[in-house]
């Protein structure tokens, strides 16, 4: 089964210095980054769904109207799944495959597929999951990609009244790099200090300077979270692919 989910994804993300410079340019960066960013209102929907589930129809199981409620968490798990096999086609343009097999039968058998299946546990564990993955996202996206695209809008506002653009330290930071050398019993070496209380952008040219390496920090966060959008993706192919083998009763029998 892995190799069959793994052959049904996304070939890896082309390395090269082309690929990594242009990732700006591309389509499917902007919905890599969509993707990225609603991992993390997603799992945290997930994380609560399934943790008060699971905690109520637990501590309400003794009074039988708990087994209703963790069926029913167990249910929504697969059409929670599906969900994300769509979100995942659509904006990572990986082919995660959804289960065939049909609903029909006997209730109590379709109760005990629900519980034994490995699909409807793999659906469980992928989208408690997805939490961890919209904690990285949410995080590469706050701290790299919000200082990137500071640093593209300095040269518009950096002499502007009121704004103040550089760095500011609460006391005067002082670096000491030193070159020291073994020679005849001796040091002999070079030592220097710099001393840095603050910097400011004051000219167009310094903005511009600035905005550059906000260009540089933009196109490497970038290629960061295709990286990572592309990880999801096979993570996605690997937990929630399925074929006619895997939706057979007799596949999850085994």
């Known amino acids: 089964m892995l ?75 697969l059409g929670l799944a599906s969900v994300e096999r769509k979100l995942a086609t659509l904006l990572l343009g990986v082919s995660v495959r959804s289960p065939t097999t049909s609903s029909d039968g006997p209730l109590v058998e379709r109760v005990k597929q629900l519980v034994v299946s490995q699909r409807t546990w793999k659906a469980v564990f992928y989208l408690a999951s997805k939490l961890i993955l919209g904690l990285i996202s949410f995080t590469a996206i706050m701290s790299l990609l919000t200082t990137a695209v500071s640093f593209l809008m300095i040269p518009f506002v950096y002499d502007q009244p009121g704004v103040y653009v550089g760095i500011v330290t609460s006391e005067p930071a002082v670096f000491r790099p030193q070159m020291l050398l073994g020679w005849d019993g001796l040091l002999v070496g070079v030592r220097t200090a710099f001393r840095l209380t603050s910097w400011q952008v004051t000219t167009l ?50």
Do not use: K
């Open 205 to 254: 040219s310094e903005a511009l300077a600035v905005a550059g390496l906000g260009v540089i920090l933009g196109i490497v966060t970038l290629n960061i979270l295709n990286g990572l959008a592309w990880l999801s993706g096979q993570y996605t192919v690997l937990l929630l692919d399925e074929d006619d083998a895997d939706a057979s009763p007799e596949a999850n029998a085994a």
């Open 3 to 77: 190799s069959d989910a793994l052959s049904g994804a996304s070939v890896g993300p082309t390395l090269s210095v082309r690929s990594a410079v242009t990732a700006p340019l591309r389509l499917q960066t902007y919905r890599n980054l969509l993707y990225l960013s609603l991992a993390f209102p997603l799992g945290l929907l997930y994380f609560l769904f399934f943790s008060i589930g699971f905690s109520v129809g637990v501590s309400l199981t003794f009074v039988v109207i708990g087994i209703p409620i963790l069926l029913f968490v167990l249910a929504a798990a």
